[in-house]
């Protein structure tokens, strides 16, 4: 029962370095997300994936590109990481379409970026 | 676009007392509301959702939510705290079909005073 599985859990970055943060999900999901959560921001919505071969921006896409490689996995990747995004990171998935499901979560990325 | 407001950032009970978190929505269409909870360093874990069905929906851990269309809200409740509540919980809103975003709110920290 692996549900959403996110690697790394922690990750410490120089300013300007570059890296991405790998999501998969088993439960056969269309959608897919990726969320930062900053204190007293709550939960802000990165980008997400409708369905495979397609994204779509979010509240915060800025400093942040994304690819959804097939149905399972959805990567995050900081091309040049600023201390703007220290962050924990969590992707979600759900089932989405008519009758939308709710969101399952993985554990979460702690990124400081230094 | 759909939205959700949480009013209190923080909110403190007696064991024992009445919890209530306040979430308000806004929505051109009839939305689809959660409630989530996350304890320290761990993903999110779905409470209750309410998808157009019942007005009032029951979730676990004794927790409720009530769908309020004329007060375009869903506040949470549960009738009696207790100390494993402490938590940080988070409302949120997505469309019913036909946009998989997912938005969520800002969060409120539940303290449980002994």
């Known amino acids: 029962n692996a549900g959403v599985t996110q690697t790394p859990k922690f990750q410490v970055l120089k300013t300007g370095q570059s890296m991405t943060l790998q999501c998969a999900q088993d439960m056969n999901h269309n959608s897919m997300y990726w969320y930062r959560q900053d204190p007293g921001m709550g939960l802000r919505l990165i980008y997400y994936?409708?369905?495979?071969?397609?994204?779509d921006k979010g509240e915060v896409p800025n400093g942040y590109n994304v690819s959804r490689l097939n149905k399972r996995e959805f990567s995050l990747r900081l091309e040049s990481a600023a201390p703007s995004q220290t962050s924990v990171y969590f992707c979600a998935s759900r089932k989405g379409g008519v009758g939308n499901t709710e969101a399952f979560f993985g554990q979460g990325t702690r990124l400081t970026v230094v | 676009a759909q939205s959700v407001t949480q009013l209190g950032s923080h909110v403190s009970v007696s064991e024992g007392a009445l919890v209530l978190l306040r979430c308000n929505y806004s929505?051109?269409?009839?939305?689809?509301l959660f409630w989530y909870v996350q304890y320290p360093n761990q993903g999110l874990q779905l409470l209750l959702k309410?998808?157009?069905?019942?007005?009032l929906v029951k979730g676990i851990n004794g927790f409720e939510a009530e769908f309020k269309k004329s007060e375009t809200s869903f506040h949470l409740t549960k009738p009696s705290a207790h100390m494993s509540d402490a938590a940080e919980y988070f409302c949120?809103?997505?469309?019913?079909?036909?946009?998989?975003?997912?938005?969520f709110g800002t969060g409120t920290r539940l303290t449980i005073i002994p």
């Open positions: 949120a809103v997505s469309a019913p079909f036909g946009n998989e975003k997912l938005t």
């Open positions: 309410y998808t157009s069905a019942a007005t």
């Open positions: 929505s051109s269409v009839p939305p689809y």
């Open positions: 994936s409708a369905s495979e071969g397609t994204t």
